[in-house]
């Protein structure tokens, strides 16, 4: 199989783990503060990769270059991407969350094109405006209700709504970035021991932050079967999508990895609607399909 297929298959996979993450996440609410999840689901990773990196790689460590442009990665892809996807999620629901962050491909194709270099075709300019234009769709609040914002509930829905899609434009950027960054780290070093570090450097920020924003004992989720299950489900597939991103990633470039991770929508929205009921409207429906459609043109270029 030539490398172009395996980073596609890779990417889908990537995309699944994705819509799954939202899934859970969804279903975690306001049980566990979106910081200390962050935190949890990374310990969980690292400890699956530990394993896998010690004996594919001999426990290799990596030099202190590529270790800064992992740190730099963290910083964008998880610290500040993951943790603020997970707080739209809460504020917006997953079906509108999703779609909205996942249509950073078009950041990434365009962060790529002027940080590595790669090829900026018709193609690609066409499925970034698909994907912008989709993003403006889905981020209009279903049912007109803005202008109906009469009383403090509905004035309160309408700035929840408005924060909500800014952070989830924001985990955006943020993942285009990283996406990018993590490129440049996989000159130097292997796929599986990037992912490690990877984990394990977001595992010490966000329990840094953690322990001083939202002050969560530990044991508010060892004790509590259904955290301690959601969170370590969280891991487990945060563990599948970090190291098929990052071979996704050697294998056909920030561009178009980024672009098959983002088709995520495609399971997170009828998984949000079916169970959840979340609600969304003829626009969001439009916006979604064209922000899909954006990823694919970009593929195709």
């Avoid at 969804?26 to 530990?50: E, Q």
């Avoid at 900026?120 to 279903?142: H, N």
């Avoid at 960054?181 to 021991?193: E, G, N, P, W, Y």
Wanted: net charge positive; with cysteine.
């Amino acid at each position: 199989m030539d490398p172009a297929h395996k980073g596609l298959i890779a990417g889908l996979a990537v995309a699944g783990f994705s819509a799954t993450t939202s899934l859970l996440v969804r279903g975690i609410g306001g049980r566990i503060p979106p910081i200390t999840l962050n935190a949890w689901r990374c310990t969980v990773a690292a400890v699956i990769f530990l394993p896998l990196w010690w004996s594919t790689t001999g426990a290799a460590v990596p030099d202190v270059h590529s270790l800064l442009w992992i740190g730099l990665s963290v910083m964008f892809s998880i610290v500040l991407g993951d943790t603020s996807f997970f707080m739209a999620i809460k504020r917006i629901g997953m079906s509108r969350a999703t779609p909205i962050a996942k249509s950073y491909p078009a950041f990434a194709v365009l962060f790529s094109w002027i940080l590595l270099g790669e090829a900026l075709t018709s193609f690609k300019l066409i499925g970034v405006a698909l994907a912008i234009t989709g993003t403006a769709l889905m981020s209009q609040r279903p049912g007109g209700t803005a202008a109906l914002a009469v009383d403090e509930e509905e004035r309160t829905r309408s700035r929840d709504h408005t924060i909500g899609v800014a952070i989830a434009l924001g985990t955006a950027v943020a993942w285009a970035a990283g996406a990018v960054v993590l490129k440049i780290s996989l000159m130097t070093a292997s796929v599986t021991t990037v992912s490690l570090f990877k984990t394990v450097i977001a595992g010490v920020m966000l329990w840094s932050i953690s322990s001083q924003a939202e002050r969560v004992p530990v044991r508010d989720v060892l004790y509590n079967r259904t955290n301690i299950l959601l969170a370590g489900a969280t891991g487990v597939t945060l563990a599948g999508a970090a190291l098929l991103l990052v071979y996704s990633i050697s294998m056909v470039g920030a561009g178009s990895a980024s672009v098959y991770s983002g088709l995520a929508p495609l399971f997170a929205v009828p998984m949000g609607v079916l169970i959840f009921k979340e609600r969304m409207g003829v626009k969001a429906i439009i916006g979604c399909i064209l922000a899909v459609l954006g990823i694919i043109f970009v593929s195709m270029g």
